[in-house]
């Protein structure tokens, strides 16, 4: 028989790895929520001030009464058809979703490339005094701490701390909220700077951590000496043998993280800023336990890490002769 | 025809290149000192106070165990320790220009077109992610006012001098394509690329297969007889050394112990240390011993150093007077160097094994 082809066996690879993820993550947070205490739909759905007899009548019109797989099944197939309700406000969960997502990808693109450049920048430089006297060292301690800092730092206080200095103290920038930039490109600039800032010193230090220990690594390496023997400028020893090898792990990090703050992982931020992004929506969703938006919200975010991962091992493919594509 | 034939072919005699007129000295090297921060242990003095020079088209063997000091002393030729953060003092004089007092600039000239460098492992020392051809023009393009186009070409050319077979197609592979002794012949193409004065080896063959260590030795003395470059060879096998070296440099815990010609070393050595590396070769004829004889103990740290010789503790020659100062002299005649106090006939007398060398 013919080998398939490489790609074509990736794809198919990366299709039945993305429904196999699907299941186990909707299934996962299905049964979360029916063995979490309190979380009984029909409650909620009924009211505060619900008789007995009206609980029951709002079990039997949802089919809560009916076995967990059938619940389960109706649910996937209102998601996979967008007919999917939430429990409390009884809005079109996935028409929700997608009036929130350019807030969500605004703040997603926008951060993704902000915090890679400085945390390639500032990766770069750590790596650099690192090698270097005493003097710089210290810097490069200092360069250490501030990030470790940034990768501490709640991103609620962080968010909170620069709205109330330069949104109410200075006013320079609005308190929360988003404009879209359709409408208002100025107005959606000035909104998402602070957000912006917020998540990339959130990950900027993680970032020039990891890129600082990859380039000292790298630095060692045989090939770097082999390329200072042959006698071409530092510089060019730095960038094209020493970063274009040690840039490489960064590619993977920054395709898994872009996919978990578009997927909504920004929570916190998106809360603090009042964006009415994804993330919000499901922060929003989980304290009132609305099951329906969970579930869609979650199972865009595993679809997006799938896509994504699926993406950057492109481009590791193509940047990386070794990598083979499976 | 074998690979040995073919050394013995390509080598010019070792008297040759004294005899030449004007054959002048290539490289001179002054109580070199290679120190490294060894942490708490203070500075680590890899090479301490190496003195020798080179010939033009001169082929110098420097022989030691794992830690003697061999690599570091020929990567500081052209300032590669240098920049790895150690603290190098001395003299290199390459072509009359002193290489440690030199600028950056100066001395990126004289890498990889005056001094090339060959190392170990031709696993890790080419790049991953660029083509062989890229990596051979990258270095012409800093030498030479080529165009892109002109430097690939030279590249394909340096490949199939160096005896890589379709160089067309090799340059365009990526190293993981390649064999270990194809990736090693195509470190050669890149070291030759620019037509250096001296190749500086640093155990070219270690990480290969015996029967591809033997081929690449052979390309390396047939280039050498080619370009009439001088190659300085860092190796710990003194097997390889004598097919292939003119003069033969011996090193101990960063010290020369001695120095002089191929036949010399091999046939009347003077520093028991020398003896040890002699005896421990397999040998083809004569009586087998039941196991090859080892040196016993192990090297010294070269952060603590022993007094006097340093091989003194060792060595089972060694008397009081071993634990003074040794000091690098002929004490043969003829212009060889040892570092051992022994009188000469006794030495001749002790490392006498069942017929062969041996300490």
Known sequence: ????????????????????????????????????????????????????????????????????????????EQIFTGKVISYTQQVNVVRQIGEDLPATISLTVGASVLWLIAGVALGVVGALLARRGRVARAADRLLGAVAMTGISMPAFLLGDLLLFYLG?????????????????????LTHMILPWISVTVLFAGFYSRVLRASILDTMGESYVATARAKGISPRRVMVSHVLRNSLLPIVSLWG??????????????????????????????????DIPPIMVITMLTAFLVVVLSTVTDLVQAALDPRVRLR | MGAGARVAAGRPAPEAGAAQPGAGTLLDVRDLRVGFHGGARGVVRAVDGVSFSLRRGEALAIVGESGSGKSAMALSLSGLTCEAGADVQGAVEFEGVDLLAAGERRLRRVRGAGIATVFQD????????????????????????????????????????????????????YPHELSGGLRQRAMIAMALSCSPRLL???????????????????????????????????????????????????????????????????????????????????????????????????????????????????????????????????????????????EVERKRALRTRSGAIGL
């Open chain 1, 1 to 76: 028989m013919r080998a398939a082809h490489p790609m074509l066996t990736f794809a198919v690879r990366r299709l039945v790895a993305m429904v196999l993820v699907l299941f186990a993550i909707s299934v996962l947070t299905f049964l979360i929520f029916q063995v979490i205490p309190d979380g009984d739909p029909a409650l909620r759905l009924a009211g505060k001030f619900a008789t007995p007899q009206e609980i029951k009548d709002v079990r039997i019109q949802w089919g809560f009464n009916q076995p967990i797989w059938v619940q389960y099944l109706r649910m996937m």
């Open chain 1, 256 to 289: 898994l993280d872009f996919a978990a703050v578009l997927g909504g992982g920004a929570l916190l931020t998106e809360t603090v800023f009042n964006l009415k992004g994804v993330g919000q929506y499901a922060a929003e969703s989980t304290q009132r336990l």
């Open chain 1, 168 to 188: 109410f103290k200075l006013h320079v920038f609005p308190l929360g909220g988003y404009v879209p930039l359709t409408e208002d490109p100025v107005g959606w």
């Open chain 2, 122 to 173: 031709p696993m890790s020392a080419l790049n991953p992610v660029q083509r062989i051809g890229a990596q051979i023009a990258e270095q012409v393009l800093a030498h030479e006012p080529l165009s892109k186009a002109a430097a690939a070409a030279r590249a394909v050319q340096a490949l199939r001098a160096a005896g890589v077979p379709e160089p067309e197609r090799r340059a365009r592979s």
């Open chain 2, 200 to 342: 500086v080896a640093d155990e070219p063959t270690t990480a290969l297969d015996v029967t591809v260590q033997a081929q690449i030795l052979a390309e390396l003395a047939r280039l050498r007889a080619e370009t009439g470059m001088a190659v300085i060879l860092v190796t710990h096998d003194l097997g390889v050394v004598a097919g292939f070296a003119d003069r033969v440099l011996v090193m101990y815990c960063g010290q020369i112990v001695e120095q002089g010609s191929v036949s010399e070393i091999f046939e009347d050595p003077q520093h028991p240390y020398t003896w040890g590396l002699l005896g421990s070769i397999a040998r083809m004829e004569g009586e087998r011993p039941r196991r090859l004889p080892a040196i016993d103990g192990v090297p010294p740290s070269p952060a603590r150093p022993p007094a006097g010789c340093r091989f003194h503790p060792r060595c089972p020659h060694a008397m009081p007077a071993c634990k003074a100062p040794v000091e690098l002299r002929d004490r043969v005649g003829g212009g060889r160097l040892d570092r051992c106090v022994l």
